[in-house]
């Protein structure tokens, strides 16, 4: 589809053109997946976070990355683009957008000891934010397919 409007002639990766899915397509794709298929979770985490790391490193392959983490699986997914990032020498930090366990110390699940930096949002004034983030690649992990209504205070908050 070269030439055509928001078309790129020369994608980074696969095919000019890809349909997205919805995030009810998205859930039914990763369900059939783990149901049917017996892909366990963990594995299409870690696959999607992987994925996400290289295709940041190529579009974006220098400066600080900050990860907005999450309580669901789009955070985990951020935390292992950001654990792939870390162990490629790249300056990370995750900031935590939910209670979550995972991230409770440098030996946590997803992030196989790699010891990344992890700021509490709720510790954060407007300023501390704005510093963290500046001049740097900014990756959502806070909502995932899963989301329904509007976001929670607290995610509302990471998100203005």
Do not use: K, Y
């Not at 974006?60 to 907005?68: A, K, M, N, Q, T």
């Not at 870390?86 to 010891?115: K, M, Y």
């Not at 930096?117 to 990756?139: I, K, T, Y």
């Amino acid at each position: 589809m070269s030439g055509s409007p928001g078309v790129p002639d020369a994608p980074p990766f696969g095919p000019a053109w890809l349909p997205l899915p919805t995030g009810e397509e998205s859930a039914a794709f990763d369900a059939r997946a783990i149901d049917e298929l017996g892909v366990p979770q963990p594995v299409l985490m870690e696959n999607a976070g992987r994925a996400a790391a290289e295709l940041l490193q190529h579009l974006h392959p220098r400066g600080r990355v900050v990860g907005l983490v999450g309580a669901g699986n789009n955070g985990g997914d951020c935390l292992v683009l950001l654990r792939t990032l870390r162990a490629w020498g790249r300056d990370v930090v995750a900031v935590r957008a939910a209670s979550r366990e995972a991230l409770e110390g440098s030996d946590s699940t997803l992030a196989h000891g790699w010891g990344l930096e992890v700021r509490d949002d709720q510790a954060m004034d407007g300023d501390a934010f704005a510093e963290l983030v500046e001049g740097a690649v900014v990756v959502d992990g806070i909502l995932g397919t899963g989301i329904r209504g509007a976001p929670r205070e607290r995610q509302a908050r990471l998100i203005r």
